[in-house]
């Protein structure tokens, strides 16, 4: 399917109107519906869809590198690259009462230029019947030296308003504070809320995070494994209206709270394979303060 940016995307439907988008271009899902047509994903209205830029907003992939310190470009390459669909997936594919897709990503020439490492990386979208979006990421080193990576699923939340968002699950654990140059902090002991530019990443986190919405009563669920870590951005006023592919408003209207393996980079022996998976799931909440 051909998107109208000339980017070829695949949608994947299921029952009473379930819907997921994502373009072969970072394999990046763009869009998450509900039975109601609801899009739970942000994705900026002044996105660019053209390489070598990242689409804001929707589900970017950063790997092998998280953070924009490094050779690498920010986030890694993977988010830039277009993807292939992968004709023999491997194990096979679940039951066909649920829509999937398998997308393959091998390095290139370029690639092994900045990042010697060959390595195969499926990944598996999966839309269950129900709803649920769930992302599968496998990669393995077929190479014959050890490499190691960092990783993170940089999921934008569409939310109606930040100053009515809460997220439960982080709550008095330790987390590197981006804005205080990565400095140890440790969070207090009740459910996180926002009131400014909030950029943190939470160490050994719960395989369960919760975003609740109050206005849209909705609660985001993310189920994550392999993934110990959770990075929580909102770029707010100032570097929203720094950031050319995002609308100076838009910060009000969205949240990344994104699984992650950053803390300690993930080693794979020659052979040897990781997984890192994360269910997306929304459900209707009844949202009040103290809950
Ligand atoms: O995930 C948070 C973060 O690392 C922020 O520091 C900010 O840079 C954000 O990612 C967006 O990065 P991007 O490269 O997509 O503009």
Redesign the pocket.
């Known amino acids: 399917f051909k998107g109208s940016n000339g980017f070829e995307k695949i949608i994947l439907t299921e029952a009473r109107g379930v819907c997921a988008e994502v373009y072969l271009y970072g394999a990046h899902v763009t869009s998450w519906r509900n039975e109601y047509g609801e899009e739970l994903l942000f994705v900026s209205n002044k996105a660019v869809f053209r390489p070598p830029k990242?689409i804001?907003g929707g589900i970017?992939i950063?790997f092998p590198q998280?953070?924009?310190q490094g050779i690498l470009e920010?986030?890694g390459f993977a988010r830039n690259r277009f993807w292939k669909v992968d004709d023999h997936p491997e194990p096979a594919r679940p039951p066909p009462d649920k829509a999937c897709i398998d997308l393959l990503l091998k390095p290139s020439e370029d690639e092994m230029r900045i990042w010697p490492h060959s390595f195969e990386y499926r990944l598996r979208i999966t839309l269950t019947p129900g709803g649920n979006l769930i992302l599968t990421s496998r990669i393995r080193n077929v190479d014959s030296k050890p490499f190691s990576f960092t990783f993170?699923y940089?999921t934008y939340f569409s939310v109606s308003d930040i100053s009515e968002v809460r997220v439960e699950g982080l709550e008095t654990l330790d987390y590197l504070d981006?804005m205080k140059n990565k400095e140890r902090f440790t969070e207090q002991g009740d459910a996180i809320t926002f009131e400014g530019e909030v950029?943190k990443i939470y160490l050994s986190t719960p395989s369960k995070i919760a975003i609740l919405d109050h206005e849209r009563k909705r609660t985001y669920v993310i189920r994550k494994d392999g993934l110990p870590d959770a990075?929580v951005?909102n770029?707010w006023d100032k570097k929203a209206k720094a950031?050319a592919d995002f609308g100076d408003d838009e910060y009000k209207h969205m949240l990344?709270v994104?699984a992650a393996a950053i803390e300690k980079p993930i080693t794979l022996k020659p052979g040897e394979e990781w997984r890192g998976k994360q269910e997306l799931s929304a459900v209707p909440s009844s949202y009040c303060s103290g809950q």
């Open positions: 990242a804001r970017p950063c998280f953070s924009n920010a986030h993170a940089h981006n950029d990075v951005w770029p950031m990344c994104e």
